[in-house]
């Protein structure tokens, strides 16, 4: 089972759909842009969102087994995806690489 290097790409905020349908919260997403995480396999990296690894998990797992091309040639790397987390209100995007054992 290979590797996959997590990288966080692109946070966003929609603070007029915060403001309108979210209750006030003191604390939100720790990730910051240019953050990487190593992922073996099933195991979600020590200091990544619980959240977030639910919507990447399928993903890792599939290019940690050796798919690619996901989605008929979705992305130019063929043994990569680019995934968001689930939060409607500060998404997240990913990049999610599947890495050789020589890297």
């Known amino acids: 089972m290979k590797k996959c290097r997590i990288t966080v790409m692109k946070k966003a905020?929609?603070?007029e759909?915060?403001?309108?349908?979210e209750n006030p919260i003191t604390h939100a997403?720790?990730?910051r842009e240019g953050q990487v995480f190593m992922a073996d396999g099933w195991k979600r990296p020590a200091e990544m969102c619980e959240s977030a690894w639910e919507?990447?998990?399928p993903?890792?797992?599939t290019l940690a087994h050796g798919g690619e091309?996901?989605?008929d040639s979705w992305m130019k790397n063929k043994k990569s995806a680019m995934i968001s987390c689930n939060d409607g209100f500060r998404?997240?995007?990913f990049l999610i690489e599947a890495i050789d054992e020589n890297e």
């Not at 759909?17 to 349908?21: D, G, I």
């Open 13 to 15: 905020f929609y603070p």
């Open 17 to 21: 759909l915060a403001a309108q349908y």
């Open 29 to 31: 997403c720790d990730m």
């Open 55 to 57: 919507s990447l998990s």
């Open 59 to 61: 993903f890792v797992m």
């Open 69 to 71: 091309d996901l989605y």
């Open 91 to 93: 998404p997240v995007s």
